[in-house]
């Protein structure tokens, strides 16, 4: 199941954030690389459409967590910043295995 898919996920992610999808790319966001394509994150969280993130990414964008990069090769590209919030949202998510 990926971390798209847990309803247990989006359910914590709803309570905390008030958005279903924020605790799950922010967990992958944490997971992966500094730097990540937006479109390379949707596809590995498991989401078919970029919409599904778009709201999220914005608001750690404003939150300063990420910040946007210029694009590469026509992507949108960000780099995560340094926060606790990254260590936070992995804890949260391994409450709920991924199978």
Known sequence: M???ESNELRELS???FG???RLSVMVGIARGGREFALSKLAD????ENLSSIQ???RDLEAAE???RMPKVANK???RRNK???WTWAKELASRYPEE
Do not use: C, K, M, N
């Not at 590995?44 to 989401?47: D, M, P, S």
């Open 14 to 16: 709803r309570v905390l």
């Open 55 to 57: 709201d999220p990414i």
């Open 44 to 47: 590995e969280l498991g989401f």
């Open 2 to 4: 990926s971390l798209a």
């Open 19 to 21: 958005q279903a999808h």
């Open 83 to 85: 926060s606790y919030a």
């Open 65 to 67: 967590l990420i910040t």
């Open 76 to 78: 949108v590209r960000f």
